[in-house]
């Protein structure tokens, strides 16, 4: 299978060199240039398997330039118990009949991320050594919390490669900063960006994107490529546990096979909910997808009308995560709905240049008629939490708090009983101040881990391990730059003159 890219659609390069580049060199995100089919059987068929055996089955109807040992080897090497706290790897979780939640964080980050993150080094390093790569790669992150420290800690120390994580300054949480700039690892490099996420995405892709910058990095034998989801290699690892999911509901006999279920997703740069739309298109039964997000909603609004526009106000939530206006992947949708690389192309160039778009009606029609989407306030994600400790004993982070209330909302408006997944991207302990706070706890004045330990008491959960051990570690990385000068740091970092 080749991969082109959605601003030119003439660029074709195979799964390792999509892995190895991450963006293509006029902007573009790759995508396989056609969508594999899963028979229902082929599903049927997975209900008995462990999560690295349906992995072995999706995988490699994308990567069809890796072997099947290289395959097996990266999932084998990624999902284990040792790196995982749930045998399932993404257990799925039933609160009602109609209410399932697919908890993503029990990696070692306690984030979604580490679904992909922890098999990305992997691909990468084997597509490497495909193309003949014998360059040192650079990856170069942008993330909004969660992203920088499951990259971070998927790459440290691999061999023949280098990390460099940008973060904004006020726009994470406590837990969030200590988690990236504790790293270890003797390849990493963390820094703080003055301003908001969408300022340190356009600030990595204005570098990825740099004539002058390309030139130098070649004359030193270096190479970017890209961690965040821009990268094939991190959108592809999601589809798998989309089936798994629907796979393990199959097992516990909550559904049949071929019964359709919706998708509640909280998302702000639209990678995740991306992740479902190709399983849908691939054949799992999938009704509809329901995109959540916070107050900044550009997504929502994006569903609703047809029109995608940036320029509003930005606001920093208790769902840092999801503080995104440019959602980068929904570039891949819209080349999806269209395959018109000019018409992509169009739509970023008007972007770049107004900080809005509207698309065809073609387009709309088919977004509308697949995805509903809605938005939920700090206020309304804290209740939702409320409740939830209250009717399920379940405590949900802030971010699957927001798909939790735009999921309820669209029930009673829709009155749509299909059984959903809600796919819950983070450990409450991430978030623990304003989980607490919903859960009707003084939080004021009390550091990170008397937080930590006072959640764990309330919701009966141990804390993880590994945000635990952080009151032990020293901070390692504390720069902090304007987002003009991210270059600058890259520099430094990687001794370039």
């Not at 899963?38 to 995988?59: C, F, H, P, Q, W």
């Not at 939790?404 to 299909?418: F, I, M, Q, R, S």
């Not at 003084?442 to 937080?451: C, M, N, P, R, Y």
Request: hydrophobic share 40%; glycine share 6%.
């Amino acid at each position: 299978m080749r991969y082109v890219s959605t601003r030119d659609e003439k660029v074709s390069v195979s799964s390792a060199e999509a892995i190895v580049q991450g963006l293509s060199h006029e902007g573009g995100l790759f995508l396989p240039e056609s969508i594999p089919s899963v028979s229902l059987d082929e599903i049927g068929s997975m209900a008995s398997m462990t999560y690295n055996e349906r992995a072995k089955k999706i995988l490699p109807l994308f990567l069809t330039d890796f072997t099947a040992e290289e395959i097996a080897n990266c999932v084998d090497s990624a999902y284990t118990t040792d790196n995982f706290a749930s045998e399932k790897i993404a257990p799925v979780k039933k609160l009602t009949d109609e209410t399932h939640v697919l908890e993503l964080w029990h990696g070692p980050t306690c984030a979604f991320k580490d679904m992909a993150l922890q098999i990305l080094p992997y691909l990468l390093t084997t597509s490497m050594k495909k193309t003949g790569v014998d360059k040192e790669v650079v990856i170069l992150v942008a993330t909004s919390g969660d992203t920088g420290k499951a990259a971070l800690e998927g790459f440290k120390d691999v061999e023949g490669t280098k990390i460099i994580v940008f973060y904004p300054c006020d726009g994470v949480s406590g837990i969030q900063k200590l988690q990236m700039c504790t790293q270890s690892g003797k390849n990493v490099y963390v820094a703080a960006v003055k301003g908001n996420f969408d300022d340190a995405q356009n600030g990595v892709k204005a570098i990825f994107t740099s004539a002058e910058c390309e030139k130098k990095m070649a004359e030193n034998k270096k190479t970017f490529s890209s961690a965040n989801s821009i990268n094939w290699g991190r959108l592809v690892p999601q589809i798998v546990y989309y089936f798994s999911a629907y796979a393990d509901m199959l097992s516990a006999g909550d559904i049949e096979l071929g019964e359709k279920i919706n998708v509640c997703v909280p998302t702000g740069n639209f990678g995740n909910i991306l992740a479902a739309y190709y399983a849908k298109c691939m054949g799992l039964p999938v009704n509809k997808l329901i995109c959540a997000s916070n107050m900044n909603n550009v997504l929502t609004d994006f569903i609703a009308s047809g029109t995608y526009d940036k320029n509003r106000r930005f606001y920093t939530t208790i769902s840092p995560s999801m503080d995104i206006l440019i959602s980068s992947n929904l570039e891949r949708l819209l080349y999806l709905l269209s395959h018109e690389s000019g018409e992509v192309a169009g739509y970023m160039a008007q972007l770049k240049e107004s900080g809005k778009y509207t698309v065809s009606d073609a387009i709309k029609e088919k977004v509308t008629e697949c995805f509903a989407a809605g938005c939920a306030s700090d206020d309304e994600a804290e209740k939702t939490i409320g409740e939830y400790v209250e009717k399920f004993g379940y405590t949900p982070d802030t971010h699957t708090a927001v798909a939790l209330n735009v999921y309820d909302n669209y029930v009673k408006t829709t009155g749509d009983k299909t059984k959903t997944v809600i796919a819950s991207t983070a450990s409450p302990f991430k978030f623990n101040a304003a989980v607490l706070s919903a859960m009707g706890e003084e939080t004021e004045g009390k550091d990170e881990f008397a937080l930590l330990r006072l959640l764990s008491e309330r919701s009966g959960m141990k804390a993880p391990r590994a945000l635990s051990e952080l009151e032990e570690k020293q901070v390692r990385f504390a720069d902090v730059f304007e987002k003009e000068k991210m270059i600058d740091a890259v520099y430094s970092f990687l001794n370039i003159e």
